[in-house]
């Protein structure tokens, strides 16, 4: 059975934001900078890991040279 967490949007900026509660940061090993990806279907949103801090400075390092 899924883990259901409720969490409510707070404006920042012109933008929404959610936090994440801390069972699912902890889980996914989540930090500060981390890359997420959100995948928005048929009135869903999915969100998944996507690549580490420390990852998208090595990727950005490689493409500028």
């Given amino acids: 059975m899924p883990v259901v967490f409720r969490v409510l949007l707070g404006k920042t900026g012109n933008s929404l934001r959610i936090t994440l509660p801390r069972p699912i940061v902890e889980g996914f090993n989540w930090e500060d900078g981390d890359e997420i990806v959100l995948y928005v ?3 869903e949103v999915t969100i998944k890991k996507g ?3 420390k990852q998208l400075e090595k990727d ?3 493409a500028s040279g």
């Fill in 51 to 53: 690549r580490s801090k």
């Fill in 41 to 43: 279907s048929e009135g």
């Fill in 60 to 62: 950005k390092k490689e």
